[in-house]
């Protein structure tokens, strides 16, 4: 069972707030993820980390930034909210090694509502 | 372009009513390809990885298999429970562990 925390669940707030996005995990993964999702639609990668101190861009174009300060914590931010922010925004995880095709965890995400 | 299409968008089935879904795929090369289940207002979770044309993986009442050029679903006698939103994404290889998804398929099982 993957354990991997996202807080909050569900987001309201202004235009112009800054906003972070917690993502946890405890199985020690070295790599993980930021994807967007809107309603029925694809996910698509904005944010990945292969480990501590290393972070990259995906192919999605997002205003938000991520860290990695420790294995176990990856949050995103928004330093300005706008309404074209409204998404579900989920966290994901997964194993180095072993041919580096292992699947990834996700968590449950938040919701995100920019007014 | 790296690209996954799946079909149907959505399906319904009665209890019991077998079937399949149908992810098709174009990638340089596979480095694998995930099925996971999305329930509302959950995120995607692992069922199954195929790595390579002929192989199959089963859980329960569900059974994935990959060719070169797609994957299907089966789902055998679903019931009520297994209605969800059925996604499949690639990796190909090169490059870092990108996940390309598919825009999932609904499953709806009635009684």
């Known amino acids: 069972e993957a354990d991997i925390y996202q807080t909050p669940r569900y987001l309201v707030i202004g235009t112009g707030k800054k906003i972070t996005l917690e993502c946890s995990q405890t199985?020690?993964?070295?790599?993980m993820y930021w994807y967007q999702q809107d309603p029925g639609m694809e996910l698509h990668l904005i944010h990945y980390?292969?480990?501590?101190?290393?972070?990259e861009k995906g192919d999605l174009s997002s205003e938000s930034t991520v860290s990695r300060i420790r294995t176990e914590h990856f949050p995103l931010t928004l330093e300005s909210a706008r309404p074209s922010h409204t998404s579900q925004y989920l966290c994901?995880?997964?194993?180095?090694?072993?041919?580096?095709?292992?699947?990834?965890?996700f968590g449950d995400g938040t919701r995100l509502s920019i007014l | 372009e790296d690209q996954v299409t799946q079909s149907p968008e959505a399906l319904r089935l009665q209890e019991g009513e077998s079937s399949s879904l149908n992810c098709s795929y174009t990638?340089?090369?596979?480095?694998?390809l995930f099925w996971y289940r999305q329930d509302p207002g959950k995120g995607p979770e692992f069922l199954f990885t195929?790595?390579?044309a002929g192989e199959e993986k089963e859980k329960e009442r569900l059974k994935a298999t990959l060719t070169k050029k797609e994957s299907f679903l089966h789902i055998t006698a679903p019931k009520p429970e297994d209605s969800a939103t059925y996604l499949c994404?690639?990796?190909?290889?090169?490059?870092?562990?990108?996940?390309?998804f598919g825009a999932g398929t609904r499953l709806a099982v009635h009684p």
């Open positions: 199985m020690g993964h070295d790599k």
């Open positions: 980390s292969y480990g501590v101190n290393s972070t």
């Open positions: 994404a690639v990796q190909a290889t090169g490059g870092y562990n990108k996940l390309i």
């Open positions: 990638v340089s090369g596979l480095r694998g």
């Open positions: 994901a995880s997964s194993e180095s090694g072993r041919g580096d095709n292992q699947p990834q965890h």
């Open positions: 195929l790595y390579s």
